[in-house]
T-cell receptor, first 113, second 116 residues
């Protein structure tokens, strides 16, 4: 089992749809992250969870809603997205937050039509 | 304020050439961590190295080496005898202690093309 898995790998959704991205880590880590990577911007940190508690929300619009039921699973619930939300969404985990190296999943390529 | 600058947007080399990717950082903290990640075309970022601010020893791992110089706030990455499989986007990242805990920012990345 690879370290960090993400599903789905590709997602096309309309602006009125609701969908969820899933991330699972098999590394025994305590921190998990969501990042957005778009063509014209550096990697943007969206949310950080440490021991299931959200510790950071970097001014992310409310149409993105994270959920972390346990230290191994992380979800990103999406609703009423905009075309500019089309991007690669990457999940990562680390032993503890930030000062430790992060291990990334393969990402979900999201297209909003 | 935190800042990571990777001034080289794209680099193109021919196989077997050596190539250095530059990373310059800004931080007010004395305790911080620096990282390099590789993102191949498949999209998944791969961790390469972590260095803390108190360890200025250079490191070599196979064809990869890193030169950390606090005096110039740089953490450069050299690939020796580059190979086509080294083609990827490489990100430098900084994690330092902000109010509320450590925070990490990534540079914009350097896209490396290695031609056969």
């Amino acid at each position: 089992e690879t370290g960090v898995t993400q599903t789905p790998r590709h997602l096309v959704m309309g602006m009125t749809n609701k969908k969820s991205l899933k991330c699972e880590q098999h590394l025994g880590h305590n921190a998990m992250y969501w990042y957005k990577q778009s063509a014209k911007k550096p990697l943007e940190l969206m949310f950080v969870y440490n021991f299931k508690e959200q510790t950071e929300n970097n001014s992310v619009p409310s149409r993105f809603s994270p959920e972390c039921p346990n230290s191994s699973h992380l979800f990103l619930h999406l609703h009423t997205l905009q075309p500019e939300d089309s991007a690669l969404y990457l999940c990562a985990s680390s032993q503890r937050t930030h000062s430790y190296e992060q291990y990334f999943g393969p990402g979900t390529r999201l297209t909003v039509t | 304020a935190q800042k990571v600058t990777q001034a080289q947007t794209e680099i193109s080399v021919v196989e077997k050439e050596d190539v250095t990717l530059d990373c310059v950082y800004e931080t007010r903290d004395t305790t911080y961590y620096l990282f390099w990640y590789k993102q191949p075309p498949s999209g998944e970022l791969v961790f390469l190295i972590r260095r803390n601010s108190f360890d200025e020893q250079n490191e070599i791992s196979g064809r990869y080496s890193w030169n950390f110089q606090k005096s110039t706030s740089s953490f450069n990455f050299t690939i020796t005898a580059s190979q086509v499989v080294d083609s990827a986007v490489y990100f430098c990242a900084l994690s330092d202690l902000m109010a509320g805990g450590f925070k990490t920012i990534f540079g914009a990345g350097t896209r490396l093309f290695v031609k056969a």
